[in-house]
């Protein structure tokens, strides 16, 4: 289909005697040949005019009709007509209309000329197959039955307001996208459940189609019309996981260019203001979009990631970033690093902490609180999927907690490296978890030590209550090994690491090598499967050599532990005597 400028519309509506050029850019155009006799009405648009005859206007057009019988001015020779809806080019292609002049109806222009047609009264009442109803059949006939042709037409809406809302086009088109895609879905699980079960051969069945395939062209839509088609498809029925790849679609092209500079620097400046107004408004838009919370949800993980960390640079509202942060919480053993890792906000970040501790310790509460009645669909569990392996009530299962807290461990080893990180914040998630969330306690005790490495200068009172929450009984042969001889460490904290391996030496020339070190609590924890004592491949002679060696090298460990105690001791009565003088 041609597509005509709107300069060259006007220089072609033009007679030879009558036209007067409102542009400054001029079209070399063939002129169509409107009538011998001088025009004796010229219609103003804007900046621009239009030099034309009364009678072919009036047979068609009752709004121009009506105006000339109301001029107290018969002899009106001038009209302005700037309000109407597509400006100079629709009217243009309405007079070429009305002399009778053949126009072609495409999906570009026909909301215009839909429009056009309404703001000039180009009824039925005053000739048959007026504009109005040769716009209606398009719509009818082209338009309103197909999806991709009904987004097309509503995304040229956008500038038609108010009248394409006045005359319900903006409505029908709507709800025509929604309609046709519970159609199209209904049509593709028909297709699937032959497909599966036949009833009969169906040689040569032609593959799926993908029943999202209208989904990406929604990104052209404004937030407005979006929202209002996203409400009604949802309204119809569509399924949540197609709902959920229409919004991932329509955010990563809208927010895409929407790039503060550099969010850690508050520059003040009202582009950077006005971009992060702009990401608000998109974010709470689709927060507000998204399906039922459910801990099987069909959002992705990584995409409400990116939604709260969006959210957050540009301080979008509190209810917004709860609400996805609940959402992150219901489906937290889904999440992986990069997911968690959420930039703090520049602005109001008094202490320039890299992350946002403070949303991901509500995250982690919230996964840690669920309860059995947060989902409806929980009465409908199988009694074995109910069953928890923790004394803890109402606690998540343990393979979901258990996947948690290795996220947990290496979320604190990433943001252990912030040297502005406050040691409470660092503290409050590394209590956070239950004593039955960890089987080892290997990664706790990694981010520990390079917390410890990089805040050397932390109180006393911290350094304690930081190791307080490492259970020495969990930590591997490995880990003990190396604790022993960290001097970032408590000295209690290390004495305690020493008793628990002679525990787990003396349980080793035992016989019970391959179980836990820790008595009574070891049946609570399945055995380890990479255990420093020997294995049964291993002969009874050359385990017992390796315990004694391992026994001497424990021994030497507690005579250097005494001498740093007596030290300590020494230090302590000497710093005793400087206070009383």
Not at 323 to 347: M, T
Not at 518 to 526: A, C, D, K, L
Not at 553 to 567: G, H, I, N, P, S
Request: with cysteine; proline share 4%.
């Amino acid at each position: 289909m041609g597509v005509v400028t709107v300069g060259e519309l006007k220089t072609s509506i033009s007679g030879k005697r009558s036209f007067r050029p409102s542009s400054t850019i001029r079209h070399a155009a063939t002129e169509w040949p409107i009538s011998d006799v001088s025009s004796d009405v010229t219609i103003e648009i804007g900046a621009s005019s239009f030099a034309l005859h009364k009678f072919p206007l009036v047979s068609r057009s009752g709004r121009i009709r009506r105006l000339l019988i109301e001029a107290k001015d018969a002899t009106i020779s001038r009209m302005n007509l700037s309000l109407i809806p597509g400006g100079p080019e629709a009217f243009e292609l309405a007079a070429k209309f009305c002399y009778g002049i053949n126009i072609e109806i495409t999906l570009s222009n026909v909301a215009m000329l839909r429009c056009a047609a309404h703001f000039l009264e180009m009824t039925e009442e005053f000739v048959q197959k007026n504009l109005e109803a040769r716009t209606e059949a398009y719509l009818k006939d082209t338009v309103l039955p197909n999806i991709s042709n009904s987004i097309s037409v509503l995304h040229r809406c956008e500038c038609l307001s108010p009248v394409s809302e006045e005359i319900n086009l903006v409505n029908r088109l709507i709800n025509a996208i929604a309609n046709n895609a519970c159609k199209e879905q209904l049509a593709s699980g028909l297709l699937k459940l032959d497909h599966n079960f036949p009833m009969k051969t169906m040689p040569n069945i032609e593959p799926e189609t993908p029943s999202d395939w209208w989904g990406k062209s929604l990104s052209v839509l404004n937030l407005e019309f979006f929202q209002r088609v996203l409400t009604a498809v949802k309204s119809k029925g569509l399924k949540q996981d197609m709902i959920s790849k229409i919004l991932i679609n329509y955010t990563h092209n809208s927010l895409q260019g929407l790039v503060i500079r550099d969010p850690h620097i508050v520059t003040g400046s009202l582009l950077d203001m006005e971009l992060q107004k702009k990401q608000r408004v998109i974010v709470e838009a689709m927060v507000s979009l998204l399906p039922t919370q459910s801990r099987r949800s069909s959002v992705p993980m990584a995409f409400l990631s990116s939604l709260l960390k969006t959210a957050i640079a540009s301080s979008a509202s509190t209810s917004c970033r709860s609400d996805l942060e609940r959402r992150i919480g219901l489906q937290l053993d889904q999440a992986i690093l990069e997911d968690i890792l959420i930039p703090a906000n520049s602005y109001g970040n008094n202490h320039g902490t890299m992350y946002d501790t403070e949303s991901i310790l509500r995250i982690f509460s919230i996964f840690l609180n669920l309860d059995e009645d947060d989902d409806e669909d929980n009465r409908m569990r199988d009694e074995s999927e109910m069953a928890y392996d923790f004394d803890s009530p109402g606690s998540p299962k343990q393979s979901s907690i258990l996947k948690v807290s290795k996220l947990l461990d290496t979320y604190l080893a990433e943001i252990a490296l912030d040297t502005n990180l406050l040691p409470s914040k660092f503290i409050a998630l590394a209590e956070l978890l239950p004593d039955h969330a960890r089987i080892i306690s290997d990664g706790l005790y990694r981010a520990v030590d390079i917390f410890l490495k990089v805040h050397p200068n932390i109180k006393d009172s911290e350094r304690y209550r930081l190791c307080k929450t490492i259970d020495c009984q969990k930590l591997s042969q490995e880990a003990c090994s190396h604790a022993a001889q960290n001097e970032r460490l408590p000295v209690q904290m290390a004495v305690q690491v020493l008793y628990f391996e002679q525990i787990r030496l003396r349980n080793a020339m035992n016989g019970g090598h391959n179980q836990f070190f820790f008595g009574t609590i070891n049946s609570q924890f399945p055995q380890r499967s990479s255990s420093g004592a020997g294995s049964g491949a291993i002969s009874p002679r050359d385990n017992y050599a390796s315990v004694r060696r391992e026994n001497r090298e424990l021994k030497l460990e507690v005579a250097r532990m005494r001498m740093r105690l007596t030290d300590l001791e020494k230090d302590h009565v000497s710093m005793k005597q400087e206070l009383d003088q």
